[in-house]
């Protein structure tokens, strides 16, 4: 009877909301059918959104100091769970087992942290002087900076980035032409490294949760003094520490690992798309109107970026002057492939190295 009347609620709930859309959607279409009354909702939209902006374009650098404090605690927190529930389950089980999980997972942790600190510390790349490069005429209408191809403005920042991706929160900085390697493999690491834990930790939680906890005696320690039981004074011994609290903690980090995993297991997936298209996260949404526009023409869009997926991902990765995939799977701080101002690579994709 539970069961059915939790998806009785559940349908209820589900219905509500749908039934909600669809007044909503009525209301609008009315509304907008009354005589001598237009509404753009593309205006009304953007009134609701200014404010947002406002809090971001003020606060965004305090924010991201805060959000770069949480990736660290995040990072402190699960290793340290992992040391304290699941390094000592795995050792009972087989000291060789876990010692090879230790060094795999150290192997992850090593790419987490050094690439994170990398795309923090790194400048996304910042045009030259106008005297540098003065075959490039085009100028920025907001900061009036020199704006070389694939170069846009960051509103927080108050600066121009060369082949600007986003302006990430959660490392304070742009994602630009210097630092994309570091935060796309940062990504990539720690969805390697939560699917790691989700494997090996699953027998952890299974048996942190079948366990009960011990039961504590009923009452106070006696003597007998010859003819009564009498109370024994004992010093206040503290009662050992409850499965409880594991259980719990045990529990949050998998949850939040759950979180981590799909949200940037999805946003990992995202920018390798666009990291085989050779585009950026900006340049996605510009190109997306140019396709439509050559396919209502009758023609082919072509990115000028694009050399084909694979030479994409060794010009992305910087796999060049005889650099190998061992840059990949091994802290690097080699640079990016270019300067950030040229792209022409066509007739320079003979010097990528293919070994």
Known sequence: MRIISKLFFVSNFVISKITRKQIWKKVRQKIGNIPHLSIDWDVLTDR?????????????????????SLVWLLIQFVVGV??????SFYWDISAELTIALVIFGHWILLNVVFHYYMALITPP??????????????????????KPERTHHCSICRTCILRMD??????????????????FLFMAYVVLGMIFLF???????????????????????????????????????????SRSLRRAVSVTVAILCAGILAALGALVGWHARLISRGETSIENLTNKDDREAKRLEGSTFVNPYDYGSYENWRIFLGLSEGRTWWCVFFPSVHPPRGDGISWCFKNDLTHVSFK
């Open 48 to 68: 609701f959104i200014e404010p947002v902006i406002w809090v971001v374009d003020h606060f965004a650098d305090s924010l991201g100091k805060i959000f770069v």
């Open 125 to 146: 790349g910042l045009p030259p002087d106008a005297e540098q490069i003065p075959h490039i005429k085009a100028r920025c209408k907001k900061c009036q900076s020199v």
């Open 199 to 241: 494997i090996f930790g699953a027998p952890v939680i299974v048996h942190e949760l079948s366990i009960s906890d011990a039961s504590e005696p009923i009452g106070y320690p006696v003597f007998h003094n010859g003819s009564h039981l009498l109370p024994k004074q004992v010093e206040e011994v503290s009662p050992p520490r």
């Open 82 to 87: 992992a040391y304290w529930i699941g390094l």
């Open 166 to 183: 986003h302006h990430c929160p959660w490392l304070n900085n742009c994602v630009g032409h210097f630092n994309h390697r570091y935060f």
